[in-house]
C-alpha cells in the first residue's frame, strides 16, 4: 500500500453529506460551534460537562499551572459509573437494553440498563469483600465477554483503578503489566473463543502469576468450559462469588475526584517495558461521551456496534464508557469476523438491526477479499453510519465501505486518535463533506496541527510532525508510575512550544483536511494493533538462540503493516528453518499471536550508529528496496 500514491489520488473526492443527513443530525451548525470552541476551549468543554451530573461541581475547568501535568474540572466530584449506570438505573432507561451480545458459538445474551448496573453492582460488592480498596490497580485479562465490561464498571464503582490486558497478549506480556500495575487480584477467564478454538486464557495467567507472583487472588469467569487449574487459596469462580450473600444487589459507588485515576491501559513505546497511560473520571467521561455522541449522531433509537476489543482503548472509550453514558444500545460480538463464514458480521447487521458500525481498516479489508456476494446477501438497510479507526485507511476499502457495506448512504467517520488522546481528535461529523483516507478536521475544542523540526506550521500538502497544540479533557495525565516518561515521550520534542508529540505524520490539504500518514518513531500497526518494536525484540531475544535483533514493520495489503525481523544467533546455533519457525513460535507463547514476524532472517550484523542504535530506518529502506539515503546524519 502506498500511501502517497493514494492522497494523491483521492484528494479532491468529495463525498457530500445526502440532505437527509444533514436535517437529521444531533448537532447543526457545527462550523461555528467549532469556532467558538476554538476560541475559548474551557468555556466549551466546561458547557459538555454540565450535560452529565457531579456529586461536587468543580471549582476550576482547567489548571495549567505545571505543564504538562494539566488537570480539568479540578475539585469536581463525580464517578463515571455513576453518569455510565448508575442514573439510568433511576429513570425509564432502566428497561432500555443497554448490551446485546453473541458469542462465537451463537450463543447470546442480553443486559438492559438494570441488569448491568445490577450485575456491576454485584461484582463490585465481591471486590469490596476482598478487600480492593480507591486507587488499587485490578488487572483484567478476558475475552469479549460480558463479564469484562462488568468487571470494569464494578472496578470504577468502587474506586479501583482497572488495568486491562488485551487477551490476545500472552504470558510475559500479561506478567510485565501486572509487575508494572502491582495488581493483587487479577480477574481472567477459563478461556476464549476465537475461530472455533479454545484459547487457554488461565494458563497463561498462570504462567504470567508464576512470573509476577504479585496476584493473590484470581477470579475465574467460566466460558468455554475446559477443564482449568484452580490453586485453592488463590483462585475463585467468578459465578460462586456472584453466588454468595456478600453479592448483593445494591452497592455503593465511590466518590472520586475529577483527577482520580480510572485506568491505567498499557501501550507500546519506543523501550521494551510497558507504558501504562493513565486516564481519569472527570475529563474522561465528558470527552468520550461527547466525541461519540457527535460524532456518531448516537440517538436513543440506535443500535451501536463498536467491533473492536474492550483490551484496547477503543474498547474502553466506545464500547464501554461512552456509549453507557450516552444510554445508548450497543451490540458485541465475542469472535472472528468471518467465523464459520465470511458473511458473520453481515449476517449479525441483519439480525440485530445494527444501526451504526465502527471497525478498523484491516477487518474492512480482510472481510473485502471474500468478495461482494457475501455481504449482498443480507440486508444492510438498518446502518445509517460507518466508521473507522486504527490506521489509515486506504482509499480502496473506503470506497469499498462506502458502497456496498454503507450503499452509498452511510457516511464513514474516519476518527484519528491515540491510547493517549482518550477519544477522538480528528474526525468528521455526519454533516462534514467527506474524502476517502482522511480524517477531515480536529474535533470541536481541540488544536491540532503539523509542523516541521522547529515547531513551525507547515504549508499544505508538505508533510510534518502532527502535533496537539492544547490541553483536552480527555488526554492521559501520565505514565503510571514514571512521570519523567511521560514529559520525555510526549513533551519534550516541542518543549518551548508546548505541543504534544502524537507520534504521527501527517500533512493538511489545501482544504484544510488532514491526510495522516504514519507513525514516524518504533512503533508499528500491526492489523491496526500497537506494537513496539523493543517488545517484539525482546521477545526474541529471550530465546536462548538470539544474541540480538531488530523488526521493522513492513506495508502489508491486508494488515496494513507486518514485521520482519533481523536475527544475530548466538555461536553454536545454526540459521535452520526449524529454528525460524521455533522463534515465531517463541514470539507468539512471550507477547502474543500479533507479535509474531511474518518473515525472520538470519543475519551476521545489523546496521547501528555510533553509538550502538539499531538503524531499522535502513534496515526499512534496504526491505523496500529503496536507496538507504544519507545515513551519516545518524551515526553522530
Ligand atoms: C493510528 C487507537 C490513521 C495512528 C485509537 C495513531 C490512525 C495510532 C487512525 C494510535 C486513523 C489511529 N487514521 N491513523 N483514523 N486512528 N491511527 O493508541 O498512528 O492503539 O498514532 O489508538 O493509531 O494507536 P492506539
Not at 458547557?47 to 504538562?68: H, I, T, Y
Not at 479454545?198 to 477443564?227: C, F, W, Y
Request: charged fraction near 25%.
Amino acid at each position: 500500500m502506498d500511501r502517497e500514491a493514494d492522497i494523491i489520488a483521492s484528494e479532491h473526492e468529495v463525498y457530500q453529506p445526502s440532505p437527509d443527513v444533514i436535517r437529521d443530525a444531533l448537532i447543526q451548525d457545527y462550523d461555528q460551534i467549532m469556532a467558538r470552541a476554538l476560541e475559548d476551549p474551557e468555556a466549551f468543554w466546561a458547557e459538555r460537562a454540565q450535560a452529565l451530573d457531579w456529586f461536587q461541581p468543580w471549582e476550576k475547568v482547567l489548571d495549567d499551572s505545571n505543564p504538562p501535568f494539566y488537570k480539568w474540572f479540578v475539585g469536581g466530584k463525580t464517578n463515571i459509573v455513576h453518569n455510565a449506570l448508575d442514573r439510568h438505573a433511576k429513570t425509564w432507561r432502566r428497561n432500555k437494553l443497554a448490551l446485546i451480545w453473541e458469542g462465537e458459538p451463537g450463543d447470546t445474551r442480553t443486559f438492559s440498563y438494570y441488569r448491568l448496573w445490577q450485575e456491576v453492582c454485584k461484582f463490585a460488592n465481591v471486590l469490596r469483600s476482598m478487600g480492593v480498596k480507591k486507587g488499587e490497580r485490578v488487572t483484567i485479562y478476558m475475552g469479549r465477554v460480558p463479564e469484562l465490561p462488568i468487571a470494569m464498571l464494578a472496578c470504577a464503582k468502587v474506586g479501583a483503578v482497572h488495568s486491562v490486558v488485551y487477551g490476545g497478549f500472552s504470558e510475559q506480556a500479561l506478567a510485565d503489566r501486572i509487575e508494572d500495575a502491582q495488581s493483587r487480584v487479577l480477574v481472567t477467564s477459563d478461556g476464549a473463543w476465537l475461530r472455533g478454538k479454545v484459547v487457554n486464557l488461565k494458563s497463561m495467567a498462570d504462567e504470567a502469576i508464576h512470573r509476577s507472583p504479585v496476584v493473590e487472588h484470581v477470579i475465574v469467569v467460566k466460558r468455554t468450559g475446559q477443564e482449568v487449574y484452580m490453586e485453592p487459596g488463590r483462585d475463585y469462580w467468578y459465578h460462586d462469588l456472584m453466588s454468595l450473600p456478600i453479592a448483593s444487589n445494591t452497592c455503593q459507588t465511590e466518590v472520586m475526584d475529577a483527577e482520580d485515576p480510572l485506568f491505567i491501559l498499557y501501550t507500546s513505546g519506543t523501550t521494551g517495558k510497558p507504558k501504562g497511560l493513565v486516564h481519569t473520571h472527570g475529563g474522561y467521561q465528558v470527552f468520550t461521551s461527547t466525541t461519540l455522541q457527535w460524532v456518531f449522531d448516537v440517538k436513543e433509537e440506535d443500535r451501536y456496534w463498536c467491533a473492536a476489543d474492550p483490551g484496547w482503548i477503543t474498547g474502553h472509550s466506545y464500547i464501554v464508557y461512552a456509549p453507557l453514558i450516552l444510554g445508548a444500545t450497543s451490540f458485541m460480538y465475542e469472535g472472528a469476523p468471518a467465523h464459520p463464514y465470511p458473511n458473520r458480521w453481515w449476517k449479525m447487521i441483519e439480525n440485530y438491526n445494527i444501526t451504526v458500525l465502527y471497525t478498523s481498516p484491516t477487518a474492512l479489508r480482510g472481510l473485502m477479499r471474500f468478495g461482494d456476494a457475501w455481504p449482498r446477501r443480507h440486508d444492510l438497510s438498518s446502518l445509517r453510519l460507518l466508521g473507522s479507526v486504527g490506521e489509515p485507511i486506504n482509499p480502496e476499502a473506503w470506497r469499498w465501505y462506502y458502497n456496498i457495506i454503507g450503499q452509498g448512504r452511510c457516511p464513514i467517520m474516519d476518527t484519528w486518535w491515540q491510547t493517549e488522546t482518550g477519544g477522538f481528535m480528528i474526525t468528521p461529523v455526519p454533516s462534514v463533506p467527506l474524502k476517502p483516507g482522511s480524517a477531515t478536521r480536529a474535533f470541536a475544542g481541540i488544536d491540532v496541527d503539523v509542523v516541521n523540526e522547529d515547531g513551525e506550521p507547515v504549508a499544505a500538502n508538505e508533510d510534518g510532525y502532527l502535533v496537539i497544540k492544547r490541553p483536552w479533557p480527555g488526554m492521559a495525565r501520565t505514565i503510571y508510575g514514571d512521570p519523567d516518561r511521560f514529559v520525555q515521550q510526549y513533551w519534550s520534542r516541542f518543549a518551548t512550544h508546548g505541543f504534544y508529540l502524537t507520534g504521527d505524520s501527517a500533512r493538511k490539504d489545501d482544504d484544510g483536511y488532514f491526510w495522516i500518514i504514519g507513525r514516524i518513531d518504533d512503533v508499528i500497526k500491526v492489523s491496526g494493533y500497537r506494537l513496539g518494536t523493543a517488545e517484539v525484540e525482546s521477545a526474541l531475544v529471550s530465546h536462548p538462540a538470539v544474541a540480538e535483533a531488530a523488526v521493522i514493520g513492513m506495508p502489508d495489503e491486508v494488515r496494513g503493516n507486518v514485521i520482519w525481523a533481523y536475527c544475530i544467533l548466538r555461536t553454536g546455533y545454526e540459521a535452520t528453518e526449524k529454528l525460524n519457525d521455533e522463534l515465531k513460535e517463541h514470539v507468539r507463547h512471550e507477547t502474543g499471536p500479533i507479535a509474531v514476524p511474518s518473515r525472520i532472517e538470519f543475519v551476521d550484523s545489523l546496521p547501528k550508529t555510533r553509538s550502538g542504535k539499531i538503524m531499522r530506518r535502513v534496515l526499512k529502506a534496504h526491505a523496500l528496496g529503496k536507496d538507504v539515503g544519507d545515513i551519516s546524519t545518524l551515526e553522530a
